[in-house]
């Protein structure tokens, strides 16, 4: 989905818990932040929902926009991700429309990993932080997107012949990660496999082009 969450949206965004991230409202509510990816729900009883790294961001940006208001500072302006205007996204490489490389950057990716890593806490059953959670066998692409550009990978341009690209795949829970060359798959393969991924150099059969399959760990 695309644009500004609503006023209402924002309302249950802004109300959720400082530590655990979790939030309340009504049922249809919710299922529209969860819709929008702001949210995921408990997969054990009661279902309670909390804030995705995505919801954390938006929750971080309001307050850093109060705390400018307040103070008489011009308030920070959202950056512009390819996927939801307002809302943070890693890199998957290749976008034609990336969001500008810099030290707010770098702010942005560290506070988003650290978000996915409360995720795990909270979410994995032994509370374990080097195994991917439900949300990141959810969304794939973005979860090992987040792993490479937050140990500093160099996601690819426009071209896509310079950094990785992470790519869907027919395969359940399998991403596909390419690079320019065979160092940049190995430390691809290196940042998610401490990043609780399993990964593996495979040939395209046509192309012969060499890429990483990788999928996060159950155990």
Request: net charge positive.
């Amino acid at each position: 989905m695309t644009g500004q969450p609503s006023a209402a949206q924002r309302k249950v965004i802004d109300a959720a818990d400082p530590v655990t991230g979790r939030v309340k409202g009504g049922s249809a509510l919710l299922a529209a932040l969860v819709k929008r990816g702001l949210v995921f729900r408990h997969p054990r009883p009661p279902h309670d929902c909390f804030l995705t790294p995505a919801g954390h961001r938006i929750r971080e940006a309001a307050k850093a926009a109060q705390a400018a208001e307040s103070s008489g500072a011009a308030a920070p302006v959202e950056s512009s991700p390819s996927e939801d205007r307002g809302v943070f996204a890693a890199r998957v490489g290749g976008e034609e429309d990336a969001p500008e490389q810099g030290p707010a950057r770098v702010r942005e990716v560290r506070g988003a990993w650290e978000g996915l890593l409360e995720l795990r806490r909270m979410t994995n059953a032994d509370g374990s932080l080097d195994r991917p959670c439900g949300w990141e066998r959810a969304h794939l692409v973005r979860a090992a997107a987040l792993a490479l550009e937050a140990a500093g990978r160099r996601p690819a341009g426009p071209g896509g012949d310079d950094g990785y690209r992470v790519r869907a795949t027919p395969q359940p829970e399998a991403v596909a990660v390419y690079g320019p060359d065979r160092d940049v798959l190995r430390e691809c393969a290196a940042v998610l496999e401490r990043a609780g991924w399993q990964a593996g150099e495979c040939t395209e059969p046509r192309s012969r082009t060499r890429y990483l399959l990788a999928s996060p760990r159950r155990v």
